[in-house]
């Protein structure tokens, strides 16, 4: 009678294990938090002092990450610092450039004063003013109502350049 049970003890205990081998092959991996790949095109925003803090720049950023969410391009800002004149904001504009942006978008009185001010030294960059006149063919501008209409003036104007090459 003994026997009888010791084996149902061991079948019980063999049960056991392979449930416990089954649950942990089986068990699914956990996933790894994915980070968004980018496409290797971007969009810059030119800003005065304030950078992102500006009531201008706030704006034109959230449009400008609105376009990247549709084109998985890339989006960056630099600020204007130091003396906040055409003169100083002409080497931040140089920097952009040189970082290979495929538009500068100029937020605020003293960007969009600077990138009309030397856009015909850059003949192949698309600059985008928010606000004011285009002074040259390379430069395109937008404008809204209202911040809403801004925003979204800013995600059209922006998409077609972040979308991949």
């Known amino acids: 009678m003994f026997e009888g049970v010791r084996r149902w003890y061991w079948l019980a205990g063999a049960g056991l294990?392979?449930?416990?081998?089954?649950?942990f092959?089986?068990?699914?991996?956990p996933e790894e938090p994915r980070a968004r790949q980018y496409?290797?095109?971007?969009?810059?925003?030119?800003?005065?002092?304030?950078g992102l803090n500006g009531s201008d720049?706030?704006?034109?950023?959230?449009?400008?990450q609105d376009a990247s969410a549709k084109t998985l391009g890339q989006v960056r800002y630099l600020a204007i610092s130091g003396p906040q004149d055409v003169a100083n904001g002409r080497t931040f504009v140089g920097s952009l450039v040189l970082s290979r942006c495929a538009v500068i978008v100029a937020a605020g009185a003293l960007p969009v004063e600077t990138?009309?001010?030397?856009?015909?030294?850059?003949?192949?960059?698309?600059?985008?003013?928010?606000?004011?006149?285009?002074?040259?063919g390379n430069i395109s501008a937008v404008s809204g109502s209202d911040d809403a209409a801004v925003r979204a003036a800013v995600?059209?104007?922006?998409?077609?350049?972040?979308?991949?090459?």
Request: charged content about 15%; hydrophobic content about 55%.
């Open 17 to 23: 294990v392979l449930i416990v081998v089954a649950v």
């Open 25 to 29: 092959l089986l068990w699914p991996e």
């Open 39 to 50: 496409h290797d095109v971007s969009a810059c925003l030119l800003t005065d002092q304030k």
């Open 57 to 64: 720049a706030a704006i034109v950023w959230a449009g400008m």
């Open 115 to 136: 990138v009309n001010a030397v856009a015909r030294e850059h003949p192949s960059q698309k600059f985008l003013i928010v606000g004011g006149s285009p002074a040259l």
């Open 155 to 165: 995600a059209d104007g922006v998409t077609p350049f972040l979308k991949a090459a």
